[in-house]
């Protein structure tokens, strides 16, 4: 499967985006799909995930973005989305996607768990 993050932009703090990841060549409800996200000079950081049907669908968030962030599929459109609201100066990052069909829940937050990973998009937000 073939990710593609677009979304990305330069906001103010408490603005809100949303990120979406379009996937191609691929049965796209067998993929978990998640967001992670980096900042030069530090590891790649989980931010949130939407587990494939056969998993039940659930979703996680990592605590800095719980109850700011919602992830949500589109099956029939081949998309994930982040939408971002109440964004902080601490959100600025690349966003990349990444897909799994082989993830068990318990590893959802490692990025070494997703084989597929799209290009990246940054996100900017200024104070």
């Known amino acids: 499967v073939q990710l593609q993050a677009s979304g990305g932009g330069l906001v103010q703090a408490g603005d809100s985006l949303r990120l979406s990841c379009a996937a191609s060549?691929?049965?796209?409800?067998?993929?978990?799909v998640g967001w992670f996200r980096q900042v030069p000079g530090k590891e790649r950081e989980f931010v949130a995930t939407?587990?494939?049907?056969?998993?039940?669908?659930?979703?996680s968030y990592s605590d800095s973005v719980k109850g700011r962030f919602t992830i949500s599929r589109d099956n029939a459109k081949n998309t994930v989305y982040l939408q971002m609201n109440s964004l902080k100066p601490a959100d600025t990052a690349v966003y990349f996607c990444?897909?799994?069909?082989?993830?068990?829940?318990?590893?959802?937050?490692?990025?070494?768990?997703?084989?597929?990973w799209g290009q990246g998009t940054q996100v900017t937000v200024s104070s």
């Open positions: 990444a897909a799994s069909s082989t993830l068990i829940l318990s590893s959802r937050y490692q990025s070494n768990s997703y084989a597929y």
């Open positions: 060549g691929g049965a796209f409800s067998r993929y978990t």
């Open positions: 939407i587990m494939r049907a056969s998993g039940g669908g659930s979703t």
